[in-house]
């Protein structure tokens, strides 16, 4: 592994605000590297709680916070315009002094947010064909002082955008990408390829983010880039946490986390992150995770 290891936690906005703020502010006391923010009108699994937009919330962290960096896990392509969200971004660089990433995805079908909106729900064929123009325009627009562009579904016309980024030449890009069209683009655009796996063991997880793993080095050799300039970003997902009550497994014991994580680790994977835990008993677990087992496995892999 080239990169050093960087651990963030994922905090779902599906609690009122001030309980929100509080678990961001906790998550950068503890020492995570990054506080993950996910884009949404509401809580798509079915939940009626409460739910924040984006960037709204993120520059209210920002403002809250001093040293973590925040993450966009991420923002959905079909909700904005490119421009839009480039212009959102280099707002929030601005705001939190030069720590954000910006993580770009398609979205989901199943969503209900384009009902809601009255907009259009894309194919997948069709997201995923238009992502590759939509990054493109962000990266530009992050990048570069002036940029045109004429797509098959997005055209820009000498747009500019100022001032210029806190962060040179332009905020990292994290792209979320599983399948084989989606590995191309992060290959072409990303600085940092994010996965997750929804198979239903953990052996079968590691499976199959071998296997991405594999086809992401060949498509970076495809196109001459050197695999090792392109950091691998994991979120452990537990696909029995639903049926259990909301128990994580991997908050089950400081062991458990690092031995699974260990496992992750030993893929070639450098950024890790995790939910934040969904019941107040697991919390004592995750805070002795973040202050033993994490800068343990930093300082064993350093």
């Known amino acids: 592994m080239t990169n050093n290891l960087r651990f963030s936690v994922l905090v779902l906005p599906n609690v009122e605000w001030p309980d929100f703020l509080r678990r961001c502010r906790q998550v950068e006391d503890l020492g995570f590297d990054s506080v993950c923010l996910a884009d949404h009108?509401?809580?798509?699994?079915?939940?009626?709680?409460?739910?924040?937009?984006?960037w709204s919330q993120l520059s209210?962290?920002?403002?809250?916070?001093?040293?973590?960096?925040?993450?966009?896990?991420?923002?959905?392509i079909p909700l904005r315009n490119p421009v839009l969200l480039a212009l959102q971004a280099l707002t929030a660089d601005h705001i939190s002094g030069g720590r954000l990433d910006v993580g770009l995805g398609i979205g989901l079908e199943v969503d209900p947010a384009y009902r809601m909106m009255g907009?259009?729900?894309?194919?997948?064929?069709?997201?995923?064909?238009?992502?590759?123009?939509?990054?493109?325009?962000?990266?530009?627009?992050?990048?570069?002082e002036e940029t045109t562009f004429q797509g098959r579904f997005y055209r820009v016309d000498a747009a500019t955008l100022r001032?210029?980024?806190?962060?040179?030449?332009?905020?990292p890009i994290v792209i979320?990408?599983?399948?084989?069209?989606?590995?191309?683009?992060?290959?072409?655009?990303?600085?940092?390829?994010?996965?997750?796996?929804?198979?239903?063991?953990?052996?079968?997880?590691?499976?199959?983010?071998?296997?991405?793993l594999s086809a992401m080095d060949a498509r970076c050799a495809k196109i001459g880039r050197d695999p090792a300039t392109l950091r691998r970003s994991y979120l452990m997902f537990d696909p029995t946490a639903r049926s259990s009550g909301g128990k994580i497994k991997y908050y089950e014991s400081e062991?458990?986390?690092?031995?699974?994580?260990?496992?992750?680790?030993?893929l070639g994977i450098s950024d890790i992150g995790f939910y934040y835990p969904m019941l107040?008993?697991?919390?004592?677990?995750?805070?002795?995770i973040a202050r033993n087992v994490l800068p343990a496995l930093k300082a064993a892999h350093s």
């Open 255 to 266: 062991e458990t986390c690092r031995h699974m994580v260990e496992q992750v680790i030993a």
């Open 41 to 54: 009108i509401v809580d798509w699994t079915g939940g009626n709680g409460p739910w924040f937009e984006l």
């Open 119 to 144: 907009i259009e729900n894309w194919s997948a064929k069709e997201r995923v064909a238009r992502f590759g123009e939509y990054v493109e325009i962000v990266d530009r627009l992050l990048s570069q």
């Open 163 to 171: 001032p210029r980024p806190v962060q040179s030449p332009r905020p």
């Open 176 to 212: 979320a990408a599983m399948g084989p069209v989606m590995l191309g683009h992060a290959a072409r655009h990303a600085d940092v390829w994010n996965s997750i796996s929804f198979a239903d063991t953990f052996e079968g997880q590691l499976e199959e983010t071998r296997q991405r």
């Open 280 to 288: 107040d008993e697991q919390q004592p677990t995750f805070e002795r």
């Open 60 to 76: 209210a962290i920002a403002q809250a916070t001093t040293r973590i960096r925040l993450t966009t896990l991420v923002a959905q």
